[in-house]
Nanobody, 121 residues
Framework: QVQLVESGGGLVQAGGSLRLSCAAS????????MGWYRQAPGKQRELVAR???????NYADSVKGRFTISRDNAKNTVYLQMNSLKPEDTAVYYC???????????????WGQGTQVTVSS
């Protein structure tokens, strides 16, 4: 059984910073990619940032230059450093990971439970 556990959300004023963490645990052979998505009330879930095992990253245009995704492969953990936060960044942030359970298996898609980020104006 694989679990993704997120931490680091909260309430912050506009212009402030938060750092989200997500640790994957369980029977894991390898993690192909990890990322962060967010969902604001009344909106669809959207990709925020993603990092693959080789270190390549991609970001939503709305967060480029403000957010940084990083990964500690030894700890199966992904981080999202969020700077210069704006009220429109308010959402539930979800961790996502593509995980291979055995060397011969395909990747499976896992999600965390979500962590609330609220940015006040």
């Amino acid at each position: 059984q694989v679990q993704l556990v997120e931490s680091g959300g909260g309430l912050v004023q506009a212009g402030g910073s938060l750092r989200l963490s997500c640790a994957a645990s369980g029977t894991i052979f390898s993690i192909t990619a990890m990322g962060w998505y967010r969902q604001a009330p009344g909106k669809q879930r959207e990709l925020v940032a993603r990092i693959i095992s080789g270190g390549s990253t991609n970001y939503a245009d709305s967060v480029k230059g403000r957010f940084t995704i990083s990964r500690d492969n030894a700890k199966n953990t992904v981080y999202l450093q969020m700077n210069s936060l704006k009220p429109e960044d308010t959402a539930v942030y979800y961790c996502n990971a593509d995980i291979k359970l055995q060397w011969y298996s395909e990747d499976f898609d896992y999600w965390g439970q979500g962590t609330q980020v609220t940015v006040s104006s």
